[in-house]
């Protein structure tokens, strides 16, 4: 039997959804959004099956946008306090907060086959994890600090299960994101719902309540920011084994001369150079094992902290790809025909008051590509019908490097968040749109925008009136109108990311030199 559900999008937009069950049927398109995942900030789940990524603690601590922080200090605050009362032999309030750790079926990430069931924690398996780390001495040895790191050091810890222990943890975080995503994207939610437990780091304590959540076919649905996952596979013992414990191990048997230690002639020198394999070790017993980790980490904790902060680098744990995403969902639209469409979309949508909407969605969808991951977490700030619709943005500014990050260090601009406003007009804007914008900045969220418009007229006149609110210290403004955005989409179209850092930095200096 084929089920319809009608839904009411905040645009007053009647939505006749077809949720035949066995379907592949993604959020994106049981709300209309018009969406590809390249447009998206979240991970465009199918609600029947999931999807093999996970929410990785080592990936989520490098991270600096405000989402990510704030989700890392709730793992960290509860898994500390597991430390403690376990540290202060208070074994069975320690496994009592386990008890809550049961698989979460609400992100639809994981490992399952066919339906959207899991593999991950059951009340077994937290009991059985519990009791390996309490048992591995992991936690009493100080080998085991964050939550990750039992997947080094405790059995029957992978990462299937740290994803899920992290995805309950920080539960709040992501009912919170999907309500942005949802408000920003029109999609109705459905009021007085529990919650499920999630961990209060203040209370530290396991909470639950009643909220607004997404509700399809009658499950509870939480949306990922798509930046956040990973597919887990740097932070494991297969790595620190291979890349860091078979390479000490390599020395130390080439400075003791053991009886491991190989030679091979340098063909033209003559020379006898001395060698170790890695296989040579493995068969001597030093396997990947936690049981020989854990060991191993005890004589020589220094190898390990060598392993978690080069892991842990940004320059190694990089959110997945727009093509990553386009592999792992098996979509047919690469990059370049959906920036090909967005495009074409600009010239097909009028100004004017009746198209503030699709204009708005379109710019959210295109700096989402165009950004990602550099921009994140887009939502919806302000809202107003007073006699004309209008819709503010902020995105987090999770950069590490380029234009986003040189405003914070170079220019001296704080820009925790970027601002943005769309305005569909048809004639120029004024003084009291760049007014309205910056009067939302402040030292603590930001003090950098961007006004996106149709086209602007006499460009020089309206850099001018930035320049005037840079030099006022009302914070930095920049326009970008259709053609701008169009250009930007060819360079990314070409992986042309030079020309676009280059354009944004000219637009800057034109505003702050003249």
């Not at 007053?12 to 709300?31: A, P, R, T």
């Not at 032999?89 to 386990?98: I, N, P, T, V």
């Not at 920080?170 to 007085?192: A, V």
């Not at 170079?410 to 910056?438: G, V, W």
Request: with cysteine; aromatic share 10%.
């Amino acid at each position: 039997m084929v089920k319809f559900i009608y839904l009411y999008a905040r645009f007053d937009k009647k939505i006749d959804v077809n949720l035949n069950g066995g379907k592949q049927v993604k959020i994106s398109e049981i709300f209309n959004l018009e969406k590809n995942q390249q447009e998206l900030d979240f991970v465009d789940i199918d609600i029947h099956s999931d999807i093999p990524l996970f929410i990785d603690p080592a990936f989520l601590s490098i991270r600096n946008d405000r989402w990510s922080t704030d989700a890392i200090r709730t793992i960290r605050s509860f898994f500390q306090y597991v430390i403690q009362l376990i540290k202060n032999d208070r074994l069975e309030e320690a496994k009592q907060l386990f008890d809550y750790l049961t698989e979460p079926n609400e992100t639809r990430l994981g490992v399952s086959e066919g339906s959207a069931q899991g593999k991950g924690v059951g009340k077994e398996d937290t009991k059985l994890i519990f009791e390996n780390l309490v048992d591995s001495k992991a936690v009493e040895t100080g080998l085991v600090e964050d939550l990750e790191d039992c997947l080094i050091f405790v059995d029957g810890f992978g990462k299937d299960k740290l994803s899920d222990m992290s995805t309950n943890i920080i539960k709040k975080h992501l009912i919170d994101y999907t309500k942005q995503q949802c408000e920003l994207w029109g999609i109705s939610l459905t009021s007085n719902v529990p919650s499920g437990f999630f961990w209060d780091k203040k209370e530290k304590k396991w909470i639950t309540e009643y909220t607004d959540m997404l509700v399809i076919e009658g499950e509870k649905i939480l949306l990922t920011p798509k930046a956040i996952v990973s597919y887990s596979k740097e932070y494991t013992p297969q790595k620190f084994n291979q890349h860091f414990v078979l390479n000490f191990l390599q020395s130390q048997h080439l400075s003791m001369k053991s009886s491991l230690v190989q030679y091979k002639t340098n063909k033209k020198t003559g020379e006898e150079i001395p060698f170790v394999t890695k296989q040579s070790l493995i068969e001597e017993g030093h396997t990947a094992s936690k049981e020989k980790l854990r060991e191993f980490t005890e004589e020589h904790p220094e190898v390990f902290k060598d392993f978690k902060q080069q892991v842990k680098n940004i320059k190694n744990l990089k959110p997945l790809s727009h093509t990553d995403f386009q592999q792992i969902q098996n979509e047919s639209d690469d990059v370049e025909s959906v920036i090909d469409y967005l495009i074409d979309k600009f010239k097909r949508i009028p100004t004017g008051r009746n198209n503030a909407t699709d204009y708005h969605r379109l710019t959210v969808g295109v700096i989402s590509l165009l950004f990602y991951p550099t921009l994140t977490s887009p939502q919806v700030e302000q809202e107003i019908h007073e006699g004309r619709k209008r819709i503010d943005i902020t995105f987090d500014n999770s950069s590490n490097e380029g234009f986003f990050s040189l405003l914070e260090t170079r220019h001296k601009t704080p820009c925790a968040y970027i601002f943005m406003e769309c305005k569909n007009y048809s004639s120029d804007p004024m003084n009291p749109e760049l007014d309205q914008l910056s009067g939302r900045f402040s030292w603590n969220k930001g003090k950098f925008g961007i006004l996106l418009c149709r086209k602007i007229e006499n460009m020089e006149l309206f850099l001018q009136r930035c320049r005037d609110t840079a030099m006022d210290d009302r914070g930095i403004i920049i326009p970008l109108v259709d053609d701008d955005l169009i250009y930007m989409l060819n360079q990314k179209k070409n992986n042309n990311y030079q020309a676009i850092e280059g354009f944004l930095h000219d637009r800057l200096r034109q505003i702050k030199l003249g």
